[in-house]
C-alpha cells in the first residue's frame, strides 16, 4: 500500500480505463494501493497462449480495485487466481445445489466467477469493456461484483453488508428491482441495465454494478433507490465523479 506507484503502471491505467481520470484524486491514491496488493496477492495466468503482461494485469487489477475504494478492503478473499483468455473461450455450465456441482453442458463466455478461488476473463473484452466505460458492460467489473457476492460462500445477490441491520433493506430493494426488471424484459421493453440482469439475483448484483459505474445518471434517473443502495455499499458516487468533470471541460 505505501510503496511508490511505478510510473510505467500510471501511464497503463491512464490508457486503458479511462474511467480512472474521473476519480478524485484521494480515490486515485487508494487505487493506487490497492492495485499493488492484488497486483502482488493475485496469480494472474495466460491461457490459451496468452503472454501475461504488465498491461494485462494492471488493466485487471485497476478495475478490481475500484471496487474496493471507500471500504475496509478485503482484497477479494476467496479469489487466489485470475485466468486470462485471449478472447472468448468454452466454459462448462455448472449449478451448484448445496455444495455440490453439477455441469450442465458448454457455452462460449467472455468471463466467469467461480466459488473455487479462481476467476476468468477474456482480454479482447477486459480491453474493449475498459475503454467503453459508458456503456453499461464491463467483465472485469462484472465478475469481480460476483467475488464480492460469493464472500459469504453463496452467490444469491446479496454481498456481505458492514451492518447486520442492512439486510433487510437491501433484500427488499433488490427484489423490488429484480422483479421490476424481469418484468420488463418479458414484455420487451428496453431496460438501462443489460437484461442478462434478469436471468438470477445473482447477476443482476453483478448487472447493476456495472450499470452503477458506467451508466450511473441513467440508473440514478430510472431506479433511484437501487443506485443509492448501490451508493450505501460500494460508499462511492460515480454520478458526481462525472458530473464534476464535465463541469470543468
Known amino acids: 500500500m505505501a510503496a511508490p506507484f511505478p510510473s510505467a503502471w500510471k501511464?497503463?491505467?491512464e490508457l486503458n480505463v479511462p474511467l480512472y481520470a474521473y476519480l478524485?484524486?484521494?480515490?486515485?491514491h487508494q487505487?493506487?494501493?490497492h492495485m499493488q496488493v492484488l497486483l502482488a496477492e493475485k496469480q494472474f495466468e495466460g491461457c490459451g497462449g496468452l503472454e501475461m503482461t504488465d498491461e494485462i494485469q494492471v488493466t485487471i487489477a485497476a478495475q478490481a480495485g475500484i471496487l474496493l475504494l471507500n471500504r475496509k478492503a478485503r482484497y477479494y478473499p476467496r479469489l487466489h487466481s485470475i485466468l486470462v483468455y485471449p478472447s472468448t473461450f468454452v466454459s462448462r455450465d455448472v449449478e451448484y445445489v448445496g455444495d455440490h456441482a453439477y455441469v450442465e453442458g458448454t457455452s462460449a463466455r467472455l468471463g466467469e466467477s467461480w466459488r473455487s478461488g479462481a476467476l476468468v476473463l477474456a482480454w479482447d473484452s477486459v480491453k474493449h469493456g475498459?475503454?467503453?466505460f459508458r456503456d453499461g458492460q464491463n467483465v472485469v467489473l462484472h465478475e469481480f461484483a460476483h467475488q464480492l457476492d460469493q464472500e459469504d460462500g453463496r452467490a444469491d445477490g446479496a454481498p456481505i453488508l458492514e451492518h447486520g441491520s442492512s439486510y433487510a433493506a437491501w433484500a427488499r430493494i433488490l427484489r423490488k428491482e429484480y422483479e421490476q426488471m424481469q418484468a420488463t424484459v418479458r414484455r420487451g421493453l428496453e431496460t438501462v441495465m443489460d437484461e442478462y440482469g434478469a436471468t438470477k439475483p445473482?447477476?443482476?448484483?453483478?448487472?447493476?454494478?456495472e450499470t452503477f459505474f458506467e451508466k450511473p445518471h441513467a440508473l440514478k434517473g430510472r431506479h433511484p433507490e437501487l443506485y443509492e443502495a448501490l451508493k450505501n455499499y460500494y460508499k462511492l458516487d460515480p454520478a458526481a465523479w462525472l458530473k464534476d468533470?464535465?463541469?470543468k471541460r
Request: no cysteine.
Open 130 to 132: 475498459a475503454m467503453d
Open 31 to 33: 487505487l493506487h494501493g
Open 245 to 247: 468533470s464535465r463541469t
Open 11 to 13: 501511464a497503463i491505467v
Open 202 to 209: 445473482a447477476e443482476f448484483f453483478a448487472v447493476a454494478t
Open 24 to 28: 478524485p484524486a484521494p480515490l486515485k
